[in-house]
Structure formats: structure tokens, C-alpha cells
Nanobody, 119 residues
Framework: QVQLMESGGGSVQAGGSLRLTCVTS?????????AAWFRQRPGEERDLVAD????????YYDPSVKGRFTISWDNAKTTTYLQMDDLKPEDTGRYYC???????????WGQGVLVTVFP
């Protein structure tokens, strides 16, 4: 009962920036415990890039993006953002927004947006 819609993907040169947006909607947005961003490269599993825990307002970042990416949550808009700075070619992939209510892990998923970083 939560729908996720991502936007903001695109192509940039290395060193550039992108801001991904994930708008949540539905009848259970108030119950969201975690909002997160995953990245999937061709032929690979989806890997957790960043997570925001709503109750503690704490964050987690994959070491490869820590210091360059920032996840945030706008409670009024029930929207999560991923600010990506100093992008590197290895950041290329499809980025998925995910959320959960704390019982099941990341049970809600967006459709994903493509991020391409040129060397």
C-alpha cells in the first residue's frame, strides 16, 4: 500500500552531480520506517547505497559513496532524495528507491531510474 516513484536520473560527466527524487504515495506512507536507495549494475545484484531510518533520523551509506552521496527525507512530502556529488563512472547503474514498514525489509520498490556517468 505504498507506491514509490523515482525521478532525476540522467547522464553526467565524471565529477558532476545528480539529485534523485522518490515520492511515496498510498495509504501507508505514514508507516514507513526506512527509505533507501539501491543500485544495480548489469548482471549484478541490487546493492544498498544509502538508507534513512525515520524514527532515529539516522543514515547508512555504502563506503563507496560515503562523503559523496547524501540521503534525506522530507516528512511533509513523504519524499526521499539522494544527492549525488562527485560522480564516478563506477556509480553508473539503475537506482531503485525502496521502503519498508519495519516488519518486512524493503517490501516496497520503485521502478528504478538510470544513472550514467561518463569517464
Amino acid at each position: 500500500q505504498v507506491q514509490l516513484m523515482e525521478s532525476g536520473g540522467g547522464s553526467v560527466q565524471a565529477g558532476g552531480s545528480l539529485r534523485l527524487t522518490c515520492v511515496t504515495s498510498g495509504r501507508r506512507t505514514g508507516a514507513i520506517a526506512h527509505a533507501a536507495w539501491f543500485r544495480q549494475r548489469p548482471g549484478e545484484e541490487r546493492d544498498l547505497v544509502a538508507d534513512f531510518r525515520r524514527d532515529r533520523q539516522t543514515t547508512y551509506y555504502d563506503p563507496s559513496v560515503k562523503g559523496r552521496f547524501t540521503i534525506s527525507w522530507d516528512n511533509a512530502k513523504t519524499t526521499t532524495y539522494l544527492q549525488m556529488d562527485d560522480l564516478k563512472p563506477e556509480d553508473t547503474g539503475r537506482y531503485y528507491c525502496a521502503a519498508d514498514e519495519g516488519s518486512s525489509q524493503y517490501e516496497y520498490w520503485g521502478q528504478g531510474v538510470l544513472v550514467t556517468v561518463f569517464p
